[in-house]
């Protein structure tokens, strides 16, 4: 069974930083492409950023670039998001999400591509 817990959200000031990781048991973490999506109150799930099986291929929203990394680490299980410059339009609960490799890395922007999900961690960034 996969289970995927995310941890590291938090309450931060405007210009600040987090990390929020992710760790995946029940399944060779290595054959999976990992992806970070974030919903806000009222909003729709939106990608962040995604990480191919091998860490290869990596993307992220426009809105986040420059700011944020995503990485993986297959020793541990567990993929991260470091988040820097946080703004407050960053608040939202940060989910990971995971499928098996087997799909173009193009599609991986949508969260319609991913089977397995956590249940999220809380990301509030005040003014």
């Known amino acids: 069974q996969v289970q995927l817990v995310e941890s590291g959200g938090g309450l931060v000031q405007a210009g600040g930083s987090l990390r929020l990781s992710c760790a995946a048991s029940?399944?060779?973490?290595?054959?999976?492409?990992m992806g970070w999506f974030r919903q806000a109150p009222g909003k729709e799930r939106e990608i962040v950023s995604h990480i191919t099986w091998g860490g290869g291929v990596t993307h992220y929203a426009d809105s986040v670039k420059g700011r944020f990394t995503i990485s993986r680490d297959n020793t541990k299980n567990t993929m991260y998001l470091q988040m820097n410059n946080l703004k407050p339009a960053d608040t939202a609960v940060y989910h990971c999400?995971?499928?098996?490799?087997?799909?173009?890395?193009?599609?991986?922007?949508?969260?319609?591509?991913?089977?397995?999900w956590g249940q999220g961690t809380q990301v509030t960034v005040s003014s």
């Open positions: 029940g399944v060779t973490f290595s054959n999976y492409h």
């Open positions: 999400a995971a499928r098996y490799r087997g799909t173009w890395s193009s599609a991986l922007v949508r969260a319609s591509e991913y089977p397995y």
